[in-house]
């Protein structure tokens, strides 16, 4: 009696582990699935970078015969990607510097001053921050103020878009600081300036690690502002590069394409990878709090 | 008593509490400065640029609100907004449906769950230009992966012209949108799963709730908070679109793929209407900006604030 109710306890916990071992497999399949989606056609973009114009055409999906490293020169000379990179990172960099010093300051003050416009302040850029700006008068603002063609400008245009959403993660980090540490360092003989510089912001590489990451991945994947912006061939950044590129070659040279967009997503995607808690979190940060 | 900025016991000026007044104000001065001159200033300045006819090299001639009257009066208007709308009904259904169903399983899957989110979060951090130049040629019609793959599959029947049809480009533009954002929407709704609490599940359990009624009665009200994060998000980027129609198709075929921000920045650079093209914009501002609140209306008001 006993030994049966226990044989029968125990295929209903069997069925239980077999039910959960079936929709653990589902759930598996199913996020593989959506994971070869993502991943396959970039590994294929890497792999296409190594064909010949024949092989693309005729091998789809198959492994190239030989690596056909003159792709890579090819894209390095004509799509001049080595000058492109630098303007990338000139620009992505700069745009890291303006928007953290700017807006940290701009955040310490929000979280630790009170003041009388503040929350007016803070409104304006919760309604502004998300709008379209209209492309004329920007556009228009930077003839005037001799700012198209130029790093700055560029650097400016970028900064001013990431400021808003900066400040907020300034804040919201500033705020999570305790004041007495301000209060020590200010008995201790520091200005208000000082003491933010020297004790809060050396304590404060979480939020500037966000902001940076938010900043420079916006910066080196923008795309509009050059294109709205910049004329000159040498100051163009890597996402305009491949653009001219592409319709200039694109319908003759794709091997030689597939290598310019490896070398463009490339360094992005192994940094990513490799700091990949850190990168979610910024990239996440504003639509998740805390 | 209020935190002060000077230290205690020091004789206190005239002059220095004036100046600790102001000093707030000069921490935010050169971040409010960028802001104001490169984003507030054209926000308003364009008003008076969308009053005039204007190339942007002849004088420019004031002529009230003749561009509004035009954009109001100009078939092509509504076609570009309903190919927004269009674009926003696809983007937003794709990317919430195929995030939110991909987050609960990750939520269950306890192995390789950094795996997972790391591979599929992947494309938020590549330019829309890699996308889109690497799209248009798995699009290709002959040479491309997708015809390759369906034929492969046996599934000719859905071989297309994807970029090149104008009865389907704009859905395949919508598929590169989704498929760059789809990785990003799930980390956050997966994040909204882990703070539900473990109890409020067991609570519906032990009411004999199934694992259907879970989700429709605990799941998705105690999503709302990261649910209209996601849909404002997907909104306001469909509302804004350019990269991709721009790099992908250009607005062709036959306008199929033309939308707003695509529309102004043509008639602006492309045909130099200045003045045209800044009232577009004041239009797409004034949408954006009813669909953003008519949005979160809807999403909110079924509240119940406890």
């Known amino acids: 009696m006993s030994a049966a109710r226990f044989s029968g306890q125990e295929s209903r916990q069997q069925g239980i582990h077999w039910r959960h071992v079936l929709v653990s497999l589902f759930n598996h399949a199913i996020l593989i699935l959506f994971t070869i989606i993502i991943v396959y056609p970039v590994l294929w973009m890497i792999l296409a970078s190594f064909k010949t114009p024949g092989e693309l055409i005729s091998n789809i999906w198959g492994l190239p015969a030989e690596p056909a490293l003159q792709n890579y020169a090819d894209a390095w000379e004509k799509a001049r990607l080595g000058r492109a990179l630098l303007n990338s990172g000139i620009v992505s960099i700069g745009a890291v510097l303006v928007v953290v010093c700017l807006s940290s300051i701009a955040g310490y003050a929000f979280a630790k001053f009170s003041f009388r416009f503040s929350g007016i302040i803070l409104l304006v850029f919760v309604f502004t921050m998300q709008a379209p700006v209209p492309i004329i008068p920007f556009y228009v603002l930077f003839v005037r103020l001799k700012l198209t063609d130029s790093y700055l400008g560029l650097i400016l245009a970028i900064a001013s878009g990431a400021i808003p959403l900066s400040i907020f993660i300034f804040q919201a980090f500033f705020r999570s600081i305790p004041n007495e540490l301000r209060e020590a360092a200010k008995i201790d003989g520091c200005s208000e300036f000082t003491a933010f510089l020297r004790v809060v912001m050396p304590i404060s590489g979480p939020a500037v690690a966000t902001v940076s990451i938010l900043t420079f991945v916006g910066a080196w994947n923008e795309y509009f502002l050059p294109l709205l912006l910049i004329r000159s061939d040498e100051l163009r950044p890597l996402t305009l590069t491949i653009q001219v590129f592409f319709l200039q070659f694109g319908r003759a040279e794709w091997n030689v394409i597939f290598a310019t967009l490896s070398i463009a997503s490339i360094p992005m995607i192994v940094i990513y990878v490799l700091l990949q808690r850190w990168f979610i979190r910024g990239l996440t940060s504003g639509s998740i709090k805390g | ?306």
Not at chain 2, 123 to 128: A, D, Y
Not at chain 2, 223 to 252: E, R
Not at chain 2, 280 to 306: E, F, H, P, R
């Open chain 2, 1 to 306: 008593m209020p935190a002060t900025i000077m230290p205690k016991n020091e004789p206190v000026s005239a002059r220095r509490r004036r100046l600790s007044k102001l000093s707030p104000y000069l921490w935010i001065l050169p971040a409010l400065a960028v802001y104001g001159v490169f984003k507030l200033y054209p926000l308003v300045s364009g008003l008076q640029m969308s009053l005039l006819r204007w190339d942007g090299i002849e004088e420019p001639r004031y002529i009230g609100l003749r561009n509004f009257e035009k954009i109001l009066s100009d078939p092509m208007t509504g076609a570009v907004l309903m190919n927004n709308v269009h674009y926003a009904v696809g983007t937003v259904l794709g990317k919430i449906v195929l995030s939110l169903f991909l987050a609960i399983l990750l939520h269950q899957a306890l192995k390789g769950r950094t795996f997972y989110r790391t591979s599929l979060f992947m494309p938020v951090v590549m330019s829309f230009v890699v996308v889109g130049v690497l799209w248009s040629w798995l699009f290709n019609p002959q040479f491309g992966l997708i015809n390759s793959l369906l034929r492969g599959l046996g599934l000719g029947v859905l071989v297309q012209d994807w970029l090149g049809d104008a009865a389907v480009a704009l859905n395949s533009l919508i598929l590169v949108d989704i498929w760059k954002w789809y990785g990003f929407h799930m980390v956050i709704f997966l994040a909204g799963l882990q703070s539900i609490p473990d109890e409020l599940y067991e609570a519906a359990r032990i009411d004999g709730a199934s694992v259907w009624q879970q989700f429709l009665h605990v799941t998705l009200p105690m999503l709302q908070p990261v649910m209209i994060v996601n849909v404002t998000i997907s909104v306001m980027g469909a509302f804004n679109v350019f990269d991709i129609p721009f790099i992908m198709t250009a607005g062709g075929p036959a306008n199929a793929t033309n939308v707003m921000a695509l529309h102004i920045y043509i008639r602006g650079f492309k045909f130099y209407r200045f003045g045209f093209s800044a009232a577009l914009s004041y239009v797409l501002l004034v949408i954006v900006t009813l669909v953003a609140a008519i949005q979160l209306k809807l999403m909110t008001s079924g509240d119940n604030t406890d």
